[in-house]
Each structure stands twice: as structure tokens, then as C-alpha cells.
């Protein structure tokens, strides 16, 4: 079956990076597209970005664009997304999602997700 | 970037009575849209894709329908656990992928 295994809860102060990892098993890795989602206390969803495990092509949302990094590991069927220069209104659930199909953007596995707290 | 506006923010029901949420769209999106429901402390689930397929799993109770910059998701008869938020999310263009704010379906 299809799991998503993401790290675990982080504490961080402004200013600082955190990386969180997202851990695929259950199909082939290569062949669907992670995305990045998150989610404030209380609040509604955001899409961050994108990655194609097959060949590490990213796109983000454009207000992350120069914080956000997405990499991933094919020998451990692992994606990551680090951000940097954390701001309070980065605290947020941090989910990872795979889609359902090659062509479809839509997300039908999903992570436990990763709090992430930035606190001084 | 594509504005999906969800309405009502919130639902008052009770158990089997039929629920009927809406997303709109700030311009045509096809039918590219998906519905999904989240429960407290839970990653979201998806129910509906391409505005009217069920996803895997998914009780024949939920539907959607829609197409163009109008859509909603039916719930026939509420179940104890269908009580929970609801999102809807586009695909049409992007980036950036967008989701709505969200109905809250709570128990009358």
C-alpha cells in the first residue's frame, strides 16, 4: 500500500532553515509527482510546490520562490523541502502529497504531515 | 492565479439530512477540480477529482458536479462521520495550485 512517511515536529527560530523529509513506499517512486502543501493554526490550505522524483524538476509558489528548496533521493525513495529565513507565519503543518495520476494534479495520498514551529 | 471561493463557510445539519457545499471559481476552470474532506488532527482525504469522479474508496453518498466556474459536492444523507471541513482545490492553471477557504459541516 501507499504510505508517506514524513519527519518529525520541529522548533525553530526566525531567521533559521528547516528541512523535512518525505519518505515514499508502495509504488514506483519515479513515476508520480510529490507536492508540498501546509497549514496554519486554524487556517485553510497552501500549496508550497512541486517535485518530479524522476528527475528533480521543481516549481514553487511564487511568495516561496527563494526560500524554498525541494530535493530528492532516489536510492531512499525520499523527497525534502527545506525553508529558509523562517518567519512566524511559517508555523504550519507541512504536508507532503502524491498525486493520483501521471497528468493529474490532485492529491490522493497525503503525509501525516510535519508541524513546524517558528518561535523566538 | 485562480481565486476558488467556497460558500457556505459553515453548515448547520444533522445526521441524514443532505448537505450541498459550493466552490466557485474566478475564471473557467473546466472541470478541473477536486474535493476533499479533513478532519481535526487528520491530513486531508480526497473525495472527488475532475469535479464529478470518486476517488478510490470514496461512499457513493458523496458527488460533485460542475463544470466551468460553478461546482458543488453533495452529501446525500449525513453520516455521523461525514461531519468535518471540506475543501475544494483547481488544477487548471498553475502555478500556483489553489484551494478554497473551506466549509465547515458541523452538527446542527
Known amino acids: 500500500q501507499v504510505q508517506l512517511v514524513q519527519s518529525g515536529a520541529e522548533v525553530k527560530k526566525p531567521g533559521a532553515s528547516v528541512k523535512i523529509s518525505c519518505e515514499a513506499s508502495?509504488?514506483?517512486?519515479?513515476?508520480?509527482?510529490i507536492h508540498w502543501v501546509r497549514q496554519g493554526p486554524g487556517q485553510g490550505l497552501e500549496w508550497v510546490g512541486i517535485?518530479?522524483?524522476?528527475?528533480?524538476?521543481?516549481n514553487f509558489a511564487q511568495k516561496f520562490q527563494g526560500r524554498v528548496t525541494m530535493t530528492r533521493d532516489t536510492s531512499a525513495s525520499t523527497v525534502y523541502m527545506e525553508l529558509s529565513g523562517l518567519r512566524f507565519e511559517d508555523t504550519a503543518v507541512y504536508y507532503c502529497?502524491?498525486?493520483?495520476?501521471?497528468?493529474?494534479?490532485?492529491?490522493?495520498?497525503w503525509g501525516p504531515g510535519t508541524p513546524v514551529t517558528v518561535s523566538s | 492565479e485562480i481565486v476558488l471561493t467556497q460558500s457556505p463557510a459553515t453548515l448547520s445539519l444533522s445526521p441524514g439530512e443532505r448537505a450541498t457545499l459550493s466552490c466557485r471559481a474566478s475564471?473557467?476552470?473546466?472541470?478541473?477540480l477536486a474535493w476533499y474532506q479533513q478532519k481535526p488532527g487528520q491530513p486531508p482525504r480526497l473525495l472527488i477529482y475532475?469535479?464529478?469522479n470518486r476517488a478510490s474508496g470514496i461512499p457513493d453518498r458523496f458527488s460533485g458536479s460542475g463544470s466551468g466556474t460553478d461546482f458543488t459536492l453533495t452529501i446525500s444523507s449525513l453520516e455521523p462521520e461525514d461531519f468535518a471541513v471540506y475543501y475544494c482545490?483547481?488544477?487548471?492553471?498553475?502555478?500556483?495550485?489553489?484551494f478554497g477557504g473551506g466549509t465547515k459541516v458541523e452538527i446542527k
Open positions: 475564471q473557467s476552470i473546466n472541470s478541473y
Open positions: 508502495g509504488y514506483t517512486f519515479t513515476k508520480y509527482f
Open positions: 502529497a502524491r498525486v493520483i495520476g501521471p497528468t493529474a494534479d490532485f492529491f490522493e495520498y
Open positions: 475532475d469535479a464529478s
Open positions: 517535485i518530479d522524483p524522476s528527475d528533480g524538476t521543481r
Open positions: 482545490q483547481q488544477r487548471s492553471n498553475w502555478p500556483p495550485l489553489t
